[in-house]
């Protein structure tokens, strides 16, 4: 999946919003991608964390275990596992 592919995902989700964003950091952004609203839609989740396996993979080889965030992190993460065959994780 191209980098050009995952954000028309976002944006079929409605999740690429465009406007003046202040960000947790402070920083401003013209973009946001809301993820919690692709998460809320299984079959567009499973893709984009089966793309992601495939680059992790590519990048890593064999991977153990995924380990994602508590806080927003637990979906992607659990999918992005599965779709390895590894053990998930969060913290």
Partial sequence: MTDEEVLDEFRGAGALLEGHFILSSGR???????????????????????ALAGRIREA?????????????????????ARALGCRAIFV
């Fill in 28 to 50: 401003r952004s013209p973009v946001f991608l809301q993820k919690m609203l692709v998460f809320q839609d299984p079959v567009r989740t499973e893709k984009l964390c089966r």
């Fill in 60 to 80: 890593f080889g064999r991977v153990d275990v995924i380990v994602s965030p508590a806080m927003g992190g637990v979906i992607p993460g659990y999918e992005t």
